[in-house]
Nanobody, 115 residues
Framework: QVQLVESGGGLVQAGGSLNLSCVASIRIFSIADMGWYRQAPGKQRDLVAQVTGGGVIRYGDFVKGRFTISRDNAKKAVYLRMNSLKLEDTAVYYC?????????WGQGTQVTVSS
């Protein structure tokens, strides 16, 4: 059973920064594609960033160089560093793992950006 546990969300002022962490209980973490998605109220869940097991990284178009995803295979963790946060970044952020074409999700962590 794969479990993903996120941490690091919270309230931050516009222009500020936050670090999100996700620890995964995946037996062979290094082969998993790990990512972050977000969902604002009334909107669809969108990709924020993903780093594959092979190290390929992609970001959502709205990121525009503000966020950085990284992973630590030894710690079975994936991180999201978010800088220059905007009001529109307010959402629940979900950790995602793809293992053998199966998606797994964390419970989500709230990020609220205030003016």
């Amino acid at each position: 059973q794969v479990q993903l546990v996120e941490s690091g969300g919270g309230l931050v002022q516009a222009g500020g920064s936050l670090n999100l962490s996700c620890v995964a209980s995946i037996r062979i973490f290094s082969i998993a594609d790990m990512g972050w998605y977000r969902q604002a109220p009334g909107k669809q869940r969108d990709l924020v960033a993903q780093v594959t097991g092979g190290g390929v990284i992609r970001y959502g178009d709205f990121v525009k160089g503000r966020f950085t995803i990284s992973r630590d295979n030894a710690k079975k963790a994936v991180y999201l560093r978010m800088n220059s946060l905007k009001l529109e970044d307010t959402a629940v952020y979900y950790c995602n793992a793809v293992v053998f074409r199966t998606d797994y999700w964390g419970q989500g962590t709230q990020v609220t950006v205030s003016s």
